[in-house]
Nanobody, 123 residues
């Protein structure tokens, strides 16, 4: 299984970015794809998740209303549209895949991880 995250970059506060997570190597029909982020000196934290088959979504309270997770099953790709970005959103963003069981919020519930993409929001 491979997850390839891309789309990070440098943006001013209030701006937008769209991250992509391209998945390959297996079928994901019973899986969820999550986005996590890790800022320097902090633990990796949950951002958003989506179930592959039904498209059910879940968001951390800190991003709800600003970020939107979506998937394109035909392209095996999950997107994270990030709007109204804030300096505190600065982090390395990782996508991950895990069998749909247990909380979306725990990294231990995800089996496969992408390499991460840097998002930097300047004030």
């Amino acid at each position: 299984v491979q997850l390839q995250a891309s789309g990070g970059g440098l943006v001013q506060a209030g701006g937008s970015l769209r991250l992509s997570c391209a998945a390959s190597g297996r079928t994901f029909s019973s899986y969820r794809i999550g986005w996590f982020r890790q800022a320097p000196g902090k633990e990796r934290e949950f951002v958003a998740a989506i179930t592959w088959t039904f498209g059910s979504t879940d968001y951390a309270s800190s991003v709800k209303g600003r970020f939107t997770i979506s998937r394109d099953n035909a392209k095996d790709t999950v997107y994270l549209q990030m709007n109204s970005l804030k300096p505190e959103d600065t982090a390395v963003y990782y996508c991950a895949a895990g069998y749909y069981s247990g909380s979306n919020y725990y990294t231990s519930n995800y089996d496969y991880w992408g390499q991460g993409t840097q998002v930097t929001v300047s004030s």
